[in-house]
């Protein structure tokens, strides 16, 4: 049987598989983004030629370390494709994102290319987004108001915290506060409701970003959602 991290490297290579010499690519953050840079790291060293920009810190130094040409954001206007992970994604390509703590570079990232890959395991996969925590980036000021606010919404926050208990902050800065709502039927409707809040800078839900997703599976196979929907 293959485990979780088996089945997040069988998406990622196979996303790699789209990226071709001459592309702008967007890197995604996490742990399954991580396989697509790898596997795309070992493609530039086999003569592929792209250009790239990270969507954090991490992906960023994976990205050196394997070799891969990282252009600064300032020089490219679009991106032809960007390979990302997802905590979550249902049926409709709707997802929730943030996990890794990089939701808003991500989705600046994702907004400005011509193709979203969402690349998961299929422990990933749920019928209503919600059971993971939605993720949500606000500033440091008065953040206490904040999290009031999203309170105010029907949900238990946390802060998040790193491993030795100080507040996580994220490459801009922010804080990252775990959304619990347990199930969001109508994601549309939160996500505005979220955007309306002083004090939030981004959120986890992405809403009609993606144009495919890649699902690893335990007997070993690859499930294509979206366009080329296929099972491998």
């Given at each position: 049987m293959?485990?979780?991290?088996?089945?997040k490297q069988?998406?990622?290579?196979?996303?790699?598989?789209?990226v071709?010499?001459g592309m702008k690519?967007?890197?995604?953050?996490?742990s399954?983004?991580?396989?697509?840079?790898?596997?795309?790291g070992?493609?530039?060293?086999a003569?592929?030629?792209?250009q790239?920009?990270a969507?954090?810190?991490?992906?960023?130094?994976?990205?050196?370390?394997?070799?891969?040409?990282l252009?600064?954001?300032r020089?490219?206007d679009?991106?032809?494709?960007?390979?990302d992970?997802a905590?979550?994604?249902d049926?409709?390509?709707?997802?929730i994102k943030?996990?890794g703590?990089?939701l808003?570079?991500?989705?600046?990232?994702?907004?400005r290319?011509?193709?979203?890959?969402?690349?998961?395991?299929?422990?990933?996969?749920?019928?209503?987004?919600?059971?993971?925590?939605l993720p949500?980036?606000?500033?440091?000021?008065a953040?206490?108001w904040?999290?009031?606010?999203?309170?105010?919404?029907?949900?238990?926050?946390?802060?998040?915290?790193?491993?030795e208990?100080?507040?996580?902050e994220?490459?801009?800065?922010?804080?990252?506060?775990?959304?619990s709502f347990?199930r969001?039927?109508?994601?549309?409707?939160?996500?505005?409701?979220l955007?309306?809040i002083?004090?939030?800078?981004e959120?986890?839900?992405f809403?009609g970003?993606a144009?495919?997703?890649?699902?690893?599976?335990?007997d070993?196979s690859?499930?294509?959602i979206?366009a080329?929907?296929?099972?491998?």
């Amino acid at each position: 049987m293959n485990t979780e991290y088996n089945m997040k490297q069988i998406a990622a290579e196979r996303a790699a598989g789209y990226v071709q010499s001459g592309m702008k690519v967007g890197l995604g953050t996490g742990s399954t983004a991580y396989y697509a840079i790898l596997k795309i790291g070992e493609m530039v060293r086999a003569g592929l030629d792209i250009q790239a920009v990270a969507t954090s810190r991490a992906s960023e130094e994976l990205a050196v370390q394997q070799g891969i040409p990282l252009t600064p954001v300032r020089d490219i206007d679009r991106l032809d494709l960007t390979i990302d992970g997802a905590d979550e994604l249902d049926g409709m390509l709707r997802l929730i994102k943030g996990g890794g703590g990089a939701l808003l570079r991500e989705k600046m990232t994702a907004y400005r290319s011509d193709k979203l890959i969402i690349i998961a395991d299929e422990t990933k996969e749920v019928p209503v987004l919600g059971a993971f925590p939605l993720p949500v980036e606000i500033i440091p000021f008065a953040y206490e108001w904040t999290v009031q606010s999203l309170k105010e919404l029907g949900c238990s926050v946390q802060i998040r915290r790193d491993r030795e208990g100080a507040v996580y902050e994220t490459d801009n800065g922010n804080y990252i506060a775990d959304c619990s709502f347990g199930r969001i039927s109508e994601p549309e409707e939160l996500a505005a409701r979220l955007t309306g809040i002083p004090g939030v800078v981004e959120h986890g839900l992405f809403l009609g970003m993606a144009d495919q997703a890649i699902i690893g599976c335990r007997d070993g196979s690859v499930r294509i959602i979206g366009a080329d929907s296929a099972s491998e």
